[in-house]
């Protein structure tokens, strides 16, 4: 028995196949991907129908409701002419979706994302399939009664429950139906908007998590499908088509930069009154079936007196970024949007947020442009733009999905000359969402319930560090024939305090792992041979592979240790205290703040030299 810096053993590994196991686990990990990726393809093609179709319900709901026709094409509720019949619509709506949520599931109220955010992050991405035909239902007839929403914050909510469905039918991993819902989800955001970048980042941003080939592949696939879906059934061109914008010069940037700021600070001022009215909902001395009804008689009132908050809105939006509004039309569809929004979203009905956002952001946007060319006539910005950037802004600030927010923009218009104004305002709301605001319009609702989200993906700290990084010099070999009590003697007279040890026979050839706590086991036979308690087959790592491989392997086996090998060689243990300190070390460094160059000492180094020099000079002399 010895304590060497090195193993000089040339072990056979009969037991221990690594490099056949890892290239089998790599081969299978592929296949899974080809397979998870085929499947959100499906979900995919799937959402994009159920997105047609629920736009096509939510127009026929709404000529019914306000024209007595049903009708497919599009008309606008605000040229209804109904009278003050019009106040009871939305109520009349509110109370059918209540009835839903009470004897159908309570799940379809809310706007959607915080919903499949909560799944995703307590319950396996597990969602009722009967969410999948209740939720675009419902939402039709919340939309098409005139609640203020849009149709993506539902086929988001829809899209995810299809794939948390077929996630469920499926012999898969919780991750891999986690993938398969962002997919799902993001996929349906593509066919509404046509904008697949746009939900490649909402799913990084607000679903996954993380940021990984196994998540993105499958979803940007999705989000591909989705957007073909759209071109097909809905058109090519842009959702929200404006007149061509210039890029502005630095003076005009600065100016759009700012308002951005204001806008971030508007965003959580609508954040905070959303989730006022929620609260002020739940002290009502009334059951919550009949809140939908109570926020529904809200929205028929104010769409009596502003017809153009009642609905999807998106022809709204549209107009808005037009620049060819009053200016008192578009502060009258800021306020009584906003006012209308909230109320019903408070409510609990079935509705979204990404139109009412983009609506109020694009018209507050829209005000701050007119009151700046009123003040600065010469400060070449120009209301479409700061319309745009408003929209966008707006959605930086109260979702903090930061890249989704500016891709949505540019995709949505077709716009990408406003690139940089759009990078400036959406950093100047995020910097003030993220500062001031603890949690978001998304996050809020599951954060009052004890949900912890993800604020941040830094990269695996395990799967940076190698075995080469942590493993110490040292490793002790035992001689399996020895006894247990001379084993204990030797050990004790060493003061060797080692918790596993390699034991290999005269050859040097590898057998297996002996662990302190069964050679001091107090009901083993002193004089029984140390051989009798070896854990053999015992799984190892090569040097080179990462702590996040040795973690699974450790995961699998019955002992906190690993061989480690190289050239076919044990050069020593791995156990999981030392991939612990290798972990609380690394997270120290990240934490210690010092200064690496000393100003201080680099000017005495500098006053050093130069004296060295005059002093040389005045030897020469």
């Known amino acids: 028995m010895n304590h060497p810096n090195h193993i000089p053993i040339s072990p056979i590994l009969s037991s221990i196949d690594n490099e056949a196991e890892s290239a089998n686990d790599n081969l299978q990990l592929k296949k899974r991907l080809l397979r998870i990726s085929g499947l959100s393809i499906l979900v995919a093609i799937a959402i994009s129908l159920i997105a047609k179709f629920l736009v096509v319900l939510i127009n026929i709901v709404t000529n019914l409701s306000f024209y007595g026709s049903p009708e497919s094409a599009f008309h606008s509720p605000a040229d209804n002419h109904l009278g003050l019949w019009v106040i009871f619509v ?245 306020l009584f949007k906003f006012l209308s929004w909230a109320i019903a979203l408070g409510s609990g009905t079935s509705g979204g947020t990404l139109a009412p956002l983009l609506t109020i952001g694009g018209a507050a946007g829209a005000l701050l442009g007119a009151l700046i060319l009123t003040l600065f006539p010469n400060s070449g910005i120009t209301i479409p733009m700061t319309a745009l950037i408003g929209m966008s802004s707006m959605f930086a600030g109260a979702s903090r999905a930061y890249l989704t927010s500016i891709t949505f923009a540019l995709e949505s218009t077709g716009q990408f000359h406003a690139l940089l104004p759009l990078l400036g305002a959406c950093t100047a ?3 003030v969402s993220f500062f001031l605001m603890e949690n978001t319009i998304m996050t809020e609702k599951i954060a009052r319930r004890g949900v912890l989200t993800p604020d941040s993906y830094e990269p695996d700290i395990l799967g940076k560090l190698t075995v080469a990084q942590v493993i110490k010099d040292t490793a002790t070999i035992l001689d399996p024939g020895q006894t247990i009590r001379k084993v204990r003697e030797w050990l004790k007279t060493n003061n060797i305090q080692d918790k596993y040890f390699i034991t290999a026979d005269k050859k040097g050839n590898y057998l297996g792992i002996v662990t302190l706590q069964d050679i001091n086991r107090h009901d083993i036979e002193t004089e029984s041979l140390l051989n009798a308690i070896i854990h053999t087959g015992t799984h190892a790592v090569d040097k080179t592979d990462s702590l996040r491989k040795a973690v699974e392997l450790l995961s699998k086996g019955t002992i906190e240790a690993l061989p480690v090998i190289m050239d076919h060689q044990v050069i020593g243990l791995l156990s999981h205290q030392d991939i612990i300190d290798t972990y609380k070390s690394h997270q120290d460094e990240n934490e210690i703040v010092n200064t690496q160059i000393s100003l201080k000492r680099q000017r005495l180094k500098v006053l050093a030299h130069g004296k060295g020099l005059f002093s040389a000079r005045k030897k020469s002399k």
């Not at 599931?105 to 909560?118: F, Y």
């Open 429 to 431: 709301a995020y910097i």
């Open 90 to 334: 939305p109520a009349i709506g509110g109370v059918l979706v209540g009835m839903m949520a009470l004897y159908g599931s309570k799940a379809i109220r809310g706007h959607g994302i915080p919903e499949a955010m909560e799944q995703i992050l307590t319950n396996q991405s597990r969602i009722k399939p009967s969410i999948a035909f209740l939720k675009p239902i419902s939402s039709a007839i919340a939309i098409g009664t005139g609640g203020p929403f849009g149709a993506e914050g539902p086929i988001i909510a829809t899209g995810g429950a299809l794939g948390s469905t077929l996630g469920q039918l499926f012999k898969i991993s919780s991750n891999e139906r986690k993938i398969i819902l962002a997919a799902g989800a993001t996929a349906g955001m593509a066919a509404i908007f046509g904008t697949p970048i746009a939900g490649v980042f909402l799913a990084i941003e607000l679903l996954l998590f993380e940021f990984s080939p196994r998540s993105i592949l499958p979803v940007a696939l999705a989000c591909i499908t989705g957007a073909a879906g759209h071109h097909l059934l809905f058109g090519t061109g842009p959702v929200f088509p404006m007149p061509d914008l210039k890029i502005p010069n630095n003076g005009a940037l600065a100016i759009y930069s700012s308002i951005g700021l204001v806008i971030g600070f508007l965003s959580l001022g609508v954040t905070k009154i959303v989730y006022f009215i929620e609260d002020t909902f739940e002290k009502l001395p009334v059951h919550w079936m009949w809140w939908p009804a109570i926020g529904g008689l809200a929205v028929g009132l104010i769409g009596f007196f502003a017809p153009k908050t009642l609905g999807v809105g998106y022809d709204n939006i549209i107009s808005i970024l037009s620049g060819t509004l009053g200016m008192i039309v578009i502060l009258r569809l800021f």
